[in-house]
């Protein structure tokens, strides 16, 4: 076991904890606002295990996938957002 084994373990692990925390808060939350914020939080968070995995599996196919899970995550968090604080997605 090389030292790249160990950093993506550790690594894997450490996300794979922080993706339980925020999916603990996202149903725990007690403002919607926290709610939005574990989302994010969440997209955030299956991007960088997306990435792990693909270093891991040394293949470019999931470094691809994960910019679109970023894409999509950002663009809902906005929409999502601007609905809370406006009561509308498009004016």
């Known amino acids: 076991m090389?030292?790249?084994?160990?950093?993506?373990n550790i690594?894997?692990?450490a996300v794979a904890l922080a993706v339980l925390l925020c999916g603990w808060r996202l149903l725990r939350g007690p403002e919607i606002t926290d709610r939005l914020l574990a989302i994010d939080t969440l997209y955030l968070n299956t991007v960088a295990l997306i990435v792990?995995?693909?270093?891991?599996?040394?293949?470019?196919?999931?470094?691809e996938a994960a910019l679109l899970v970023a894409m999509l995550g950002f663009a809902s968090t906005v929409a999502l957002a601007r609905y809370l604080s406006r009561g509308d997605v498009v004016e």
């Open 2 to 8: 090389n030292v790249l084994d160990l950093a993506l």
């Open 11 to 13: 690594g894997t692990a």
């Open 52 to 63: 792990l995995l693909g270093m891991r599996w040394q293949t470019a196919l999931l470094f």
